[in-house]
């Protein structure tokens, strides 16, 4: 099972940006992507988009776009999340969350341990 | 936009069986909305339960199953535990700007 390892909790100001690593080991080299999902205090869970470390591929939510740039970097195996613009409703626990995808098969079944991003 | 809608909350006894289901707006799910279901405690990051509508994972206990239930995902829980209290998500895939969307979760209490 691949292990996804997050960065710590950060405190921002309504108008910065924060940057959110997820560090990935024994990712499969075919096949796999890397989601963001996040959680407002007392909320559900959100897809924010994703990086398909092997190909390059990012996707993100059109709410988001403009504001929002995941990326990966193949030589220390991290994917990164940066969101700008920062506001209150940001506020929230952020996930990197691992899809294995062949034909047929979409799984999801690797989680970080989450990054408390706070707005205030 | 597409909405997942999942039961907040439901109430199994310890011992009983329960059924959590998902349906998105945009019509019938099927195995191409890619079903995945989650637990998640408070605290803690969700923990995957089951892909592709019915397939487990090597750690999700066999009283889990997934199935498609008149147009929806569904989640049955046989043998409740104490243990089994969370919340639950179910995930679907659509395709498009918005490829995957949570529903909103289900409270599940185990009482």
């Not at chain 1, 776009?65 to 626990?93: C, E, K, Y």
Request: aromatic fraction near 10%; proline fraction near 7%; include cysteine.
């Amino acid at each position: 099972q691949v292990l996804l390892v997050q960065s710590g909790a950060d405190i921002k100001k309504p108008g910065a940006s924060v940057k959110v690593s997820c560090k990935a080991s024994r990712y499969p080299l075919t096949g796999y992507f890397i989601h963001w999902v996040r959680q407002a205090p007392g909320q559900g869970l959100e897809w924010m988009g994703g990086v398909d470390p092997n190909i390059g591929v990012t996707r993100s939510a059109p709410k988001l776009q403009g504001r929002v740039t995941m990326t990966w970097d193949t030589s220390i195996t991290t994917a990164f999340l940066d969101l700008t613009t920062l506001t209150p409703d940001d506020t929230a626990v952020y996930y990197c969350a691992g899809e294995t995808y062949r034909e047929n098969v979409k799984s999801f079944d690797s989680w970080g341990q989450g990054t408390l991003v706070a707005v205030s | 936009q597409t909405v997942v809608t999942q039961e907040p909350s439901l109430t199994v006894s310890p011992g009983g069986t329960v059924t959590l289901t998902c349906s998105s707006s945009t019509g019938p799910v099927t195995s191409s909305s890619f079903p995945n279901w989650f637990q998640q405690k408070p605290g803690q990051p969700p923990r995957a339960l089951i892909y592709n509508a019915i397939d487990k994972h090597s750690w999700t206990p066999a009283r889990f199953s997934g199935s498609l239930l008149g147009g929806k995902a569904a989640l049955t829980l046989s043998g409740a535990q104490p243990d089994d209290e969370a919340d639950y998500y179910c995930l679907l895939y659509h395709g498009g700007p918005r490829p995957w969307v949570f529903g909103g979760g289900t409270k599940l209490t185990v009482l």
